[in-house]
């Protein structure tokens, strides 16, 4: 009989990683370049400015490509995981993980994308990590495009601009089950896949100097639509390859309230939060939302979508929805209203809120309305696959007190499990990230959010030592009660 003190018997708590942001040896063994490969750390740019930091040209690229080195490319680095993962993945069983999010790198298995047969060095790396995480009893959720992408695919095609893509990621996926179906039960297609209005390139391969002039949006959305395609495309290969396979989308939860009861703040809220929705919309519902539609029609866009894409689409639905939430944002219509960064966006900032060192509100509440909303509006089961706070981590005395992310956690976690009380289907949970790694947006290490500290700094000085925080014996208890220790 399942505790009420207790999230259900089966819940899967764990951490998340991405390839590209842990791994480095991003020239050994085969492996080409990828789209992560030059993302720069730009040390006199705002670490709050991310757009300044994802800024992208064909010049900068062919600059990245000429420098050989990983001074100013942290995610060539990453936390040497790829030398370390026995070492990491047995600090993660200690913690007590039931599961670990992480990513296959497109680029390990084909260099360019287009390769016929998939690196073989590439293969052998990810059957021992996926060995030695069944040896300590973590299953796995494999993220099949966590922004990494082939950069051979974006300065040959756009990236996902060019429909033929779509075959490229189909064949790497086939492989992905056909290799590692043993050892992965969960997949995810593509890590928030909302995020290519955010920043294209990172998520789709796209450089706006390569876009037709004028055009731009409207092949921003032509890419998402060949992303929804694959999406149900690989869905339906990976049930065809195994029965037990479940297949999940994976959606950047932006919750959004409206600043004041002013109609035009409740008015841009709605259609902000339905903007939102319409990526897991797709993906779990089967259809473009009609509103979608006609939004796109009021702007002059036009999709090219076949017949044939609508039914791959409505026959190739996800098995579960995930989602990363960081923070919740405010609404107004009032232009001046005071802004705040978010996970790589802007918003009115809500002054009921306190903020990080980066400046995301945080709002623990607001993490068990998303649940609610998403629940009640999809009827599949969540997953929360993403979630947590960077903060700067001071060193004392070879330890590091970090209270603040205890707290953070633990109020997250007692909204959990409110919403599971109150008839949510949430099955399991990975912070974001268990590991000190390089931030995604700023590509600094200086942003951490790990239960485990990595001794290297923004210009990859360090030893890369691993040592536990304070709330790694916190987390390491909440796991082993079953959030039971969270009432106490």
């Not at 298995?109 to 016929?116: R, S």
Request: charged share 25%; hydrophobic share 35%; with cysteine.
């Amino acid at each position: 009989m399942q505790n009420t003190k207790t999230f259900p018997n089966d819940f899967l708590w764990g951490g998340a990683i991405a390839a590209n942001q842990v791994e480095g040896g991003w020239n050994l063994d085969g492996k080409g370049l990828s789209v992560a490969d030059i993302a720069s750390y730009k040390p006199d740019v705002d670490n709050k400015d991310y757009a300044a930091h994802m800024d992208i040209s064909t010049e900068t690229i062919k600059a990245a490509i000429a420098d050989k080195t990983d001074k100013w490319y942290p995610k060539r680095r990453g936390i040497d995981f790829y030398h370390r993962y026995k070492e990491d993945l047995a600090l993660f069983s200690e913690l007590g993980f039931k599961t670990l999010r992480l990513s296959i790198a497109w680029t390990r298995l084909f260099p360019t994308g287009e390769e016929e047969y998939p690196n073989e060095k590439g293969i052998a790396f990810y059957k021992e990590v996926f060995k030695e995480m069944k040896r300590l009893g973590i299953k796995p959720i494999v993220t099949l495009s966590h922004y990494e992408m082939p950069l051979a695919l974006s300065l040959k095609y756009n990236g996902w601009v060019n429909r033929r893509v779509i075959d490229d990621f189909v064949r790497f996926a086939t492989v992905c089950f056909e290799e590692f179906g043993e050892y992965v039960e969960y997949w995810l297609t593509f890590n928030e896949i909302d995020s290519i209005h955010r920043h294209p390139f990172t998520t789709a391969g796209i450089v706006p100097d390569k876009c037709t002039p004028g055009k731009e949006e409207q092949e921003i959305y032509q890419a998402l639509h060949h992303q929804f395609v694959a999406s149900a495309l690989v869905t339906k290969v990976a049930h065809e390859k195994n029965s037990n396979n479940k297949v999940g989308c994976m959606l950047t939860k932006l919750m959004t309230y409206p600043l004041t009861c002013a109609p035009i703040d409740v008015e841009l809220t709605l259609k902000k939060n339905l903007e939102n929705n319409f990526y897991a919309d797709v993906q779990v519902k089967g259809e473009y939302p009609k509103m979608i539609e006609a939004t796109l029609k009021n702007k002059g866009i036009t999709i090219e979508i076949t017949a044939e894409e609508r039914q791959i689409l409505r026959e190739n639905t996800v098995d579960f929805l995930s989602f990363s939430y960081y923070m919740s944002m405010a609404e107004s219509g009032d232009p001046n209203a005071e802004r705040t960064p978010g996970n790589t966006v802007l918003g009115v900032k809500n002054p009921y809120l306190p903020s990080t060192d980066w400046g995301w509100q945080i709002d623990p509440k607001g993490l068990k309305i998303a649940l609610i909303e998403l629940y009640d509006r999809y009827n599949v089961p969540l997953m929360i696959v993403e979630n947590g706070m960077g903060s700067v981590d001071v060193v004392e005395d070879g330890a590091i007190h970090d209270p603040y992310r205890v707290e953070y956690f633990k109020e997250h976690f007692k909204q959990m499990k409110e919403a599971i009380d109150e008839g949510v289907d949430l099955i399991g949970y990975t912070s974001w990230a268990p590991i000190d790694l390089v931030s995604a947006g700023t590509s600094q290490m200086s942003k951490r959010y790990g239960f485990i500290y990595v001794d290297a700094d923004d210009e990859g000085n360090g030893t890369y030592d691993r040592s536990k925080k304070d709330s790694f014996d916190w987390y390491q208890e909440v796991i082993a009660t079953n959030g039971a220790s969270l009432l106490e």
